[in-house]
């Protein structure tokens, strides 16, 4: 089976998905309008707690920046003076790629 597609007609969306509220894992007492209790909680695994904590320590401020040097290097490139040295970038890019079994 096969259906031509040619925008001339507008997709529309049932009505049952647009202008009923989602499902709950109470839908009887939210039905109803009966309030929820908030008894569920969320237990971070220590992966996700060691992310949270790297977030904060990003966003305390630019800790091993050196901010002197990424401003000069912001001027060098917009004055049009910074030059890339591609020798030395493919050499790194090939040392990264026997680091990483190629």
Do not use: C, F, W
């Not at 977030?55 to 890339?84: C, F, H, K, T």
């Amino acid at each position: 089976m096969t259906h031509k597609i040619d925008g001339s007609v507008p997709l529309a969306r049932p009505t049952e998905l647009t202008s009923r509220p989602l499902a709950s894992s109470r839908a009887g007492s939210a039905e109803r309008g009966a309030p929820v209790a908030a008894t569920e909680s969320v237990r971070l695994t220590g992966e996700a707690e060691g992310l949270q904590a790297l977030e904060r320590e990003l966003g305390a401020g630019p800790a091993g920046i050196d901010v002197a040097r990424v401003n000069a290097l912001r001027a060098a490139i917009a004055d049009g003076s910074y030059r890339v040295d591609a020798q030395a970038v493919a050499s790194r890019m090939l040392d990264l790629e026997h680091q990483l079994g190629g």
